[in-house]
């Protein structure tokens, strides 16, 4: 019986560890938690947000709008009013009523219009077109800036 005592005597001390490490592992959890609510209002605020004239504002502002809005219809293959607003050669190019952006003139630009619903009623439509929602005041904030500050974004990639 001796022989056993040693197994047993092993299994106390790695219990206790264990739960001070999921102890220490919910605490760290939670002050995680706690810096992110404590971060957010900071971040809206930082002083180092990108300027609109930057590339850093397009492809952390502007193009996750454009990403969630309009590149089912306006991305990749799918041209929809022979529009693709992928690239900045889409977006120079326009579609079918020709040009969609003045870089530098957002109220020039048909495509501030129709985000802003202030366009025709149709042809072409309200972008994204009904039933799907008008974009937030803030998201139309943003492209409207990025536009009026020059439409920066990265050179395309090399035609195929
Ligand atoms: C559900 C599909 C769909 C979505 C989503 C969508 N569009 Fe469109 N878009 C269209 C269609 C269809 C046309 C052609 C409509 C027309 O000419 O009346 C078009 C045309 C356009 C045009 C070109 C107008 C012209 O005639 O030259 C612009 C600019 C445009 N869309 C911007 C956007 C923007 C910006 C978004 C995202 C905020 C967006 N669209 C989202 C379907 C879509």
């Known amino acids: 019986m001796p022989r056993n005592q040693p197994a047993a005597d092993f299994c106390p001390p790695f219990r206790v560890p264990l739960q001070h490490k999921i102890a220490a592992l919910s605490l760290a959890a939670i002050s995680l938690a706690a810096a992110a609510l404590l971060w957010q209002p900071r971040d809206v605020s930082a ?16 193009q996750p709008i454009f990403e969630a809005n309009c590149y089912r219809c306006h991305g990749g293959f799918n041209h ?3 529009f693709s607003i ?8 326009g579609g079918m009523d020709g040009s969609v952006v003045v870089p530098g003139n957002a109220a020039q ?5 129709l985000i802003r619903h202030e366009g025709p009623a149709n042809d072409p ?23 009026q500050a020059g439409m920066v974004m990265p050179p395309d ?4």
């Open 125 to 147: 439509m309200p972008m994204p077109p009904p039933p799907h929602q008008k974009l937030s005041d803030a998201d139309i904030a943003t492209i409207t800036e990025w536009i």
């Open 47 to 62: 002083q180092d947000a990108p300027a609109p004239n930057t590339v850093a504002f397009y492809t952390q502002r502007v």
């Open 86 to 93: 992928a690239t900045r050669a889409g977006l120079l190019r």
């Open 80 to 82: 929809r009013g022979h």
């Open 157 to 160: 990639p090399p035609a195929k």
């Open 109 to 113: 630009s048909l495509l501030i219009r």
